[in-house]
Structures are given as C-alpha cells and as structure tokens.
C-alpha cells in the first residue's frame, strides 16, 4: 500500500536526512574526506550547500577537514564535517580543540565495525567511548545517538543548536544502518525550526572565553582582536600557564557548562520505566529491536520497560536510575563488547542486576527476536 | 609614510618569549615594519595564523589582532576555513619548519595545489627549538642534535622548492642576515593573491647552534652571510658546490586562479542553476 506524500514527508537514506538538516540548521560549511559510510553527507552537501552561498570542500584528510571546520566557525559560519570510525579517530585531537577554544562545530560519526579498519561497510556501534573520552585531558562531550531517518534529521539540527547555544563541538554519533536506510522522515514547517545562533558580543566586549558560563563569540574579522589558542587560557583568550587557578576556573567551567545542564541536554524514550521486571537500555540501530521485543514479551506475561537513549553523553543517568529502582534485572543490548552496559552498571550501582547482550562482526543487527529470546532468558531465571 | 615605525603600535603589551639572539624577533620586526611602509596603521585587515613552535608565538598573541593559535601542523586547515568563510580578510601563518614541513606537511603542500589565498612565513630554524633541539626536517645533513647525537644522517628538505613545484603564486627565501629583502620579499608578498611562501631561514642559538658549533647568534649570522647565495648563480652550480649552501632570493612570481576566486565562481554558478531548475 503506498503511503500519499505530503510535502514535508520525504523518503529518504539517513545520510540524505543529516544533509538537509544541515542545510535547514544554517550549516554552511562542510570539510570533509571520503570515508565509507559516510560519504554520502559530503557528496550531498556538496551539491546543496553553493547553491545556498555555503562551501564543501574535501580536505587531504581527516586532521585537515577538522581543522578547516574549526576556522570556518571562528569566521562565523555553522560548520560540521562527517566521517566515520577511522576518521574519527584522527580528528580527536582537535576536537579537543574545538572544546578548548569553545568553537561550535558539528562532527558526524557514522559508526562502522572496528577496530581499525574493521569493516567498512558494515555497521557497529563501537565509538561510545571514543566519543566520550577520544581526546585527551579533561573533557566533557555532548553525543547524540539517532535511531531513525527522521532522527538523523531531528538530531542534526539539534546537534547545531546544542553546539551554538553551549560553544562547544557537538557529535552525531550515528551508525552504518540508521545512516543507510531509507525511510519516511516528516519535517516540521521549516519556520517553525528552533534554530539557535551564538551570541555576539556587544561592542566594547573583550572577555570571550570567561566570566559567564557561555562568552559570547566574535569572528574573526569584526574588529575584537581576537586571541584565540588551545593553550591554557585567561577570560580574554591570551595564554596563561603561571597560575594553576586560571587552569582550573577554565576548565572547570568548560566542564561544568555542559554537566551543569546535562538534564536539558539529556534526552530519552522511556516506557514503563517506573513499573516493570524487566528494564531494556539501548540506543542506536539496536534500539529499534526493543519495540517488537517488548511487545513479544508483554504478550507473554512480563511487563517490560526502557530507555532509549537518545543522547549517550552527557549518560541520562536519572533516567537509567529510575529504571534501575524499579526493574529487577536490566539488559544491555549493544553492538560492540559492553560499552555502554559499564555506565549503567556504574549508575544502577548494585540496585539492579544489569546483563550484557553484545553482538558484533558482520553488521548483524541484534533482531527482535534474538531480544525477545534474551528477555524471556533472563526473566525466568 | 606618515610617521616613524613603531613596533608597539602593533604590539600587546606583554613579554616576548623569546630566547636572546633568536632570529624569530628579525621576523617579527620585519613582518610589522613591511605592514607599517604599506600604509597599516593598524593589523585590522589581518588575520593571523599559527601552530606550535617558537615562530607560531610571533603572531599569537603578540600581535594586537585577530590571532587563531592551532594545533601543531594544523595553522593551515585552520586558515582555509578562515580564508574560505571570511575571504576579504588577509590571513597570514607563521610557523617553523618542524610546523609547517614537518606535522604539516600535507596541509602546506594541498594548500600551495589548491592555491589557498594565505601567505605562509616559514621561521626555518633547522631545529625543533621548543622542545629542546631535536632533529627536523631541515637539519642540515651530519648536524648534531639532541635525537642524533652522532649528526643527522637525513637529507634536508627544500621547502622553498616544493612550494614552487606545488603552485605557490610567490615563493622567496633570505636569511635573518638580510633583513631589507626579507621585509621588501613580504610587502610584495601582501599585495599578491594565491598563495605565497617565504621562508625565512632564522638562528636558533639555543637548541641548535650551541649543538651545531656556533658560539653565539652573532656566529650564526656571520655562517648566513658566507652561505647565502643568490638563486640567480646557485642555477649556475652543480648540486656538489651548492651543498651547504643556503640558496636565497625568489623562487617563484606567477598568477593562477585562486582557490577563492574558483570557489565563489563555483557557487555563482551553483546558484545560477538552482535559480534555473
């Protein structure tokens, strides 16, 4: 049966859906290298973005597109490169950069199979970690995991607004399957978007990287005399090293930004969170098994809640907690070896018993089935 | 002119980290005195980048202007961003050799093919000063540093000339001994499109020359003078009589579609068609 079409329902691939998001959030700049499988961000935007006055330029590599992003930002443009396990690696340094210098970016990781080279054209979901802790020093990282065509399009334009709003880079921590499926995604009215842009100083401002929580930003250009530098920095963005307290207030509140609001920037889907034997925390392409899963075994006796984690970092611990109080036993169904199933132990801190349920190599999706098995498994023991 | 130079004009007001003797300071007054007799009165029309190193402190945050201090080696993606994004301000590195041909090597070689609009100055101290005197690049062959106590058993490379080969629009080399033609090498430099490379080859007393033989900067100098040879008569040498020698003058001077000249001709015509579908 054919679906009629309005005009803001569009069949299209998750990578096509990051790319017009992009667009509708203000991204006008991409820099990127080829990377299966996210290549079709690039290829995509690459035709749109002139079209609307913006630039995609593929880099000599991975280091180079970052780099190029990192000072498109601080020329005032919305930028955000795509890459996936292997690129993402390389960027890690200046994505701390990116953290130190609080210069809004966007950084998609299609998730492939790692290590290493792995295997390109198959999905995984092995970058949780790297996402969180890939670069060195004391970091905090705000990580967005969409499950879905329309996802990557919500997502995306909220991964621009979370990076404008809190001046820091924001990843799109996608996979190989939700990135390549095709699916119906309806987009709200595009006047109706909530779009954040940073805030400019006013004239005569001169602290760009202190004394609030989130300075406002200047581009280059606009008459500020600008300093800006990854070393340890004062308010006014001139190196500082002397003192271990200008050390520590910038980093503390560079952390603290984003902690200190990881309840709004925290986002989940719950169901029965609050009464049931059996809780589920899952997130990515794996959490589309938990919807069948749950019903399979509801239809069977137990009553099954969980959370789809629809940010991984900062990790909506409230939310896993609450699940942990009432769920007698938790499963953690991922697609790399207990990545995510160690935070919810962490935040379940013996409430509950928390099981992994790993699977990897091959792309091979965690199927309902498989969850529905593991479900009936561990509420009869 | 209007007035006298002044290099304070251009500076904040904060200690220089540099080592007594260092050639980084010629740069530094060079650069400022060759914006000064083109008629800044200030540094508003530029943009400055760098990475790390000694040399990427001549700009960051010294110069009272916009400054965008990077990673090592990633001054010049940095600058593309910069340049592509906001194309009517000057954007200017200033890296060492370790910086710029050494971790950056790739970005430096695309961004002369791509014909980035920046200028480059490369402080080409031979060493890797910062971090002690280590080996570089651009170690002359058999020098001792601290990572080849025995002398460097690799070759040098010749930045200048790879510029050149890959599309550089201006490329030149002097040394810290000849101030004059470095400052006239970089007003000619700032008034051209594309991208242009000089490399100014600069004495590092403290983490190279005390290792390599020289008693003092002053030493180091004198060894500039002696070698520097004009590119005019070095092309009349063989490779034998030219080694160890420090070939000087301008390389390259030619015009080639820049990268934001292409860039923006290719969102007109993006648009263009847009406006046509």
Not at chain 2, 44 to 55: N, Q
């Amino acid at each position: 049966m054919k679906k009629k079409q309005d005009e803001n329902t569009h069949f299209w691939q998750g990578n096509e859906a990051c790319a017009e998001a992009a667009i509708a959030a203000g991204c006008r700049f991409l820099a990127g290298y080829p990377i299966t499988p996210a290549s079709e961000i690039a290829e995509i935007l690459s035709k749109k973005l002139p079209k609307v006055g913006g630039i995609a330029i593929q880099m000599e590599d991975e280091l180079a597109s970052i780099g190029a992003v990192v000072g498109a930002s601080w020329a005032g443009a919305k930028a955000m490169t795509a890459t996936s396990g292997p690129g993402f690696s390389l960027m890690q340094e200046t994505i701390g950069y990116a953290f130190m210098t609080e210069t809004p970016c966007v950084i998609v990781d299609v998730q492939r199979l790692g290590p290493s080279t792995g295997q390109a054209t198959k999905c995984g979901q092995g970058d949780v970690m790297q996402a969180r802790w890939g670069t060195h020093g004391d970091y905090s990282a705000i990580v967005l995991s969409p499950n879905s065509v329309q996802e990557m399009f919500e997502m995306t334009i909220r991964a621009f607004n979370l990076a404008e709003k809190y001046r820091t880079p924001v990843i799109l921590l996608a996979d190989e399957t939700t990135a390549h499926m095709r699916e119906n995604a309806t987009l709200p009215s595009l006047e109706n978007l909530e779009i954040i842009n940073r805030r400019k100083p006013k004239k005569g401002e001169t602290a760009f990287f202190g004394l609030e929580e989130v300075p406002p930003m200047p581009s280059v250009g606009e008459g500020y005399n600008l300093a800006v530098t990854g070393s340890t920095h004062n308010e006014y963005g001139i190196r500082f090293t002397a003192d271990p307290n200008v050390h520590r207030r910038l980093v503390e509140r560079l952390n603290s930004k984003i902690n200190n609001h990881a309840n709004e920037i925290s986002d989940v889907e719950t169901r029965n969170i609050d009464d049931c034997q059996i809780g589920i925390v899952s997130f990515g392409c794996t959490s589309r098994a938990i919807y069948e899963a749950a019903e399979n075994t509801e239809a069977k006796g137990f009553t099954v809640g969980y959370v789809r984690l629809k940010t991984l970092w900062p990790f909506p611990e409230k939310t896993v907690k609450r699940l942990a109080e009432t769920a007698q036993k938790i499963i953690v169904p991922e697609m790399n070896l207990k990545q995510v199933f160690y935070e919810v132990q962490r935040v379940a801190n013996g409430s509950t018993d928390v099981i992994p349920m790993n699977k990897i190599g091959g792309g091979e999706l965690i199927t309902p089935e498989e969850l529905t098995e593991k479900i009936l498994e561990v509420a009869k023991n | 002119m209007t007035e006298q130079f002044s290099i304070k004009k251009y500076l904040r007001d904060l200690p220089l980290p540099f080592c007594p003797g260092c050639g980084a300071m010629t740069v530094m007054s060079e650069f400022l005195r060759a914006v000064h007799e083109l008629g800044h009165e200030n540094l508003s029309k530029f943009v400055f980048c760098s990475g790390i190193g000694c040399s990427a402190w001549i700009p960051s945050p010294h110069f009272m202007a916009d400054s965008v201090h990077t990673l090592h080696g990633r001054s010049i993606p940095a600058a593309t961003g910069i340049k592509l994004m906001a194309p009517d301000v000057n954007v200017v590195i200033f890296g060492g050799d370790g910086d710029i041909v050494g971790i950056g090597m790739s970005h430096f070689i695309h961004a002369a093919r791509r014909n980035l609009d920046i200028l480059v100055i490369m402080v080409n101290n031979m060493i890797y000063g910062m971090t002690g005197g280590q080996v570089a690049p651009t170690t002359p062959l058999r020098s001792k540093t601290t990572t080849t106590p025995y002398g460097s058993f690799e070759h040098p490379l010749d930045a200048a000339a790879l510029a050149a080969t890959a599309g550089a629009c201006y490329v030149a080399r002097w040394t810290t001994a000849q101030p004059t033609e470095l400052k006239e090498s970089i007003k000619k430099a700032l008034q051209m499109k594309g991208f242009r490379f000089i490399e100014a080859v600069s004495q590092c007393p403290t983490a190279f020359g005390r290792r390599a033989g020289f008693k003092d900067a002053g030493e180091m100098l004198k060894w500039f003078k002696a070698n520097a040879t004009p590119v005019e008569q070095a092309h009349k040498t063989s490779e034998e009589e030219r080694a160890g020698k420090i070939v000087v003058g301008e390389f390259v001077q030619r015009k080639r579609p820049t990268l934001v000249e292409t860039v923006y001709e290719m969102i007109a015509e993006a648009k263009k068609q847009n406006e046509e579908d």
